[in-house]
């Protein structure tokens, strides 16, 4: 019954950080969708399932990956929140070693030092803008992927692994005490190999995580 409990809290739908991303019913993204999350709760490796199905276009299957991994992270974060505070968190940080600064197009054009709730609230704000833009993620048939679209989902999934350190190296305890740990781990396990399988995320960006790492994922 606590286990149960814990994970009604965990995806409990008010303690989202931002609205989740949803895929439209009827179109390839939703279909595609639906496919790695039957494979996801097939139980098959996951290893195996972040490969690219034969005959689908990459950028398709990195696209809902990088929704799904908004929406979870988003959760995850959303679910320690309240343990995440400016007072307990006054720098974006992974340890004594690593400091994330935040810099984006719009307010912050130069990397800035915000406590670690401001930089996930710019986080996901940018993030959300950005899979809502349809030149970036276009939705409807036959619109084409831009050049760059690669390079704008690395920068989106560096920033959001930063989640995952923050999360780990700050809150770990609380995962625990909300009986998260295993969720949180699968999750983490799930965008490693996805990031891998596909060389999204430059190996520099993944030391802060890496003891831990090699220790769950084989």
């Not at 400016?86 to 004594?96: T, V």
């Not at 307010?107 to 930089?119: D, E, H, V």
């Not at 295993?182 to 995320?201: D, P, W």
């Amino acid at each position: 019954p606590r286990m149960a409990l814990c994970l009604s809290q965990v995806f409990n739908k008010d303690k989202t950080f931002r609205p989740r991303k949803k895929f439209e019913p009827g179109t390839q993204r939703f279909e595609l969708y639906k496919k790695a999350q039957a494979s996801l709760k097939s139980g098959l490796d996951l290893k195996t399932v972040v490969q690219l199905p034969p005959g689908e276009n990459i950028n398709d299957w990195i696209a809902v990956h990088v929704v799904d991994f908004f929406n979870r992270i988003n959760l995850i974060y959303g679910t320690m929140s309240e343990f995440c505070t400016g007072k307990s968190c006054p720098i974006m940080s992974g340890g004594l070693k690593y400091e994330y600064r935040w810099q984006d197009d719009h307010k912050y054009r130069r990397p800035t030092k915000l406590s670690a709730p401001q930089y996930m609230c710019m986080l996901m704000e940018w993030i959300e803008m950005l899979i809502n833009n349809e030149d970036i993620f276009p939705t409807r048939i036959g619109v084409p992927f831009p050049k760059n679209f690669q390079q704008v989902c690395t920068k989106i999934l560096t920033r959001l692994f930063r989640v995952f350190v923050h999360v780990y190296i700050h809150h770990f305890d609380s995962i625990i005490s909300l009986g998260a740990e295993a969720h949180v781990n699968t999750c983490y396990k799930h965008f490693y190999y996805f990031i891998r399988e596909f060389s999204l995320i430059d190996y520099r960006e993944l030391e802060p995580l890496k003891e831990m790492t090699e220790r769950i994922c084989h």
